[in-house]
């Protein structure tokens, strides 16, 4: 069997939102009513392109986030998938979904083309945290949307929650992670709000309040950790929880440093020894790619330290850890060595722990998987 680190997917950025979050970090516009036919022309032209790049099309896996893909209208959703038809996905293809964007119609022409997995963007079951975040949809929209999933027969279902929000209780979070796993899913994200905003949704608190709020976070980040196993979901990475089997190849793919070809504004890839982002500017990645001039951001080429640093990070995220006589036979010309002094420290302080070869987080190691990155790096 093919190794996962071998696996090639597809990541296409759909990135129009109805009504835009204040904290979320990704690239989204408001779409004007001749945008989205523009974007679906201008994928078909990058999926040619990266065609001619050498991405296969016989692919591992394809994933639409974004923004809001279901967003898009059934037509809109059929045409994408014509845009990007060259590519076939043999194990997986996920589509993100929101609450308020959803319907069955749509859920139906997304299990026609050959979506095989949705990922729910629930972030809360409670009116008051989803007010807090500003989201567009209700809990009524939200249990329709859980209802019209199921009934599409998608044995693949993710729920997408979020702790950390202004206000939001232990006991708010704990009836999210309880009311998610009683959803028919086989998988749960629990996210950090800081975390998906990439800063702090607190702009100005004082260092004791930062202390404070870091503190809740974990406490939160723990609640995750010891409810969702207890309901049958298996953490597998620091922020998704999977019932058997239910695991989203696409970000294992990912966090293994396989290959991966990004389509639309934004999007990340990495393949043929290169990684690089498409422009986060839905002009100047549409001009890039009409003009034959991708604009491209973070363009590097990737040699064998670039490969065995990200593996050793990225890996680290998931609990099963990474296996660093896999990572030295896979990049033999890496300097392993300098990251000896670096994993002692870090097992020291209990935060990593070495099985062998196998290097993994400790429990306390998951609450601060950041900071160990940066001692890593
Ligand atoms: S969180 Fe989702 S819906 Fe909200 S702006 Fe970001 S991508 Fe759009």
Known sequence: MQAIFENFGIYAHVPFCSKPCGYCRFYKLRPKPEDIAEYVRVCAAEAGSLAREGVPEKIDTMFWGGGTPSSLSEGEI??????????????????????????????????????????????????????SLGRAHTLNETLKAIDAVAEAGFENFSIDLIFGAKGQTESQWRADLRRAAECPVNHISAYCLEFESGTSCCGGITGAEEIEKRAREGDFFEIAMDELPAL????????????????????????????????????????????RRNAPNFEKWKLGIENSAPAYEDAVKLDDDEMFSSALIFGLRMNEGVDLSVLRARFPKADCGRYGESIKFLEGLGLLEALKDRLRLTRAGRLVADSVAVELL
């Open 232 to 275: 049958g979901f298996r953490q597998y990475e620091i922020s998704n929880y999977a019932r058997e089997g239910g695991e989203c190849l696409h970000n294992l793919s990912t966090w293994h440093m396989a290959q991966w070809a990004g389509v639309g504004p934004s999007a990340a890839s990495q393949f043929g020894g290169y990684r």
């Open 78 to 131: 059929e045409r994408l998938a014509e845009a990007l038809g060259r590519f076939r996905p043999s194990r997986e293809w996920t589509v993100e979904v929101s609450p308020s964007s959803v319907s069955r119609g749509k859920l139906e022409t997304l299990r026609r083309i050959g979506v095989t997995r949705i990922s729910l963007g629930v972030q809360s079951f409670d009116e008051g945290v989803l007010r």
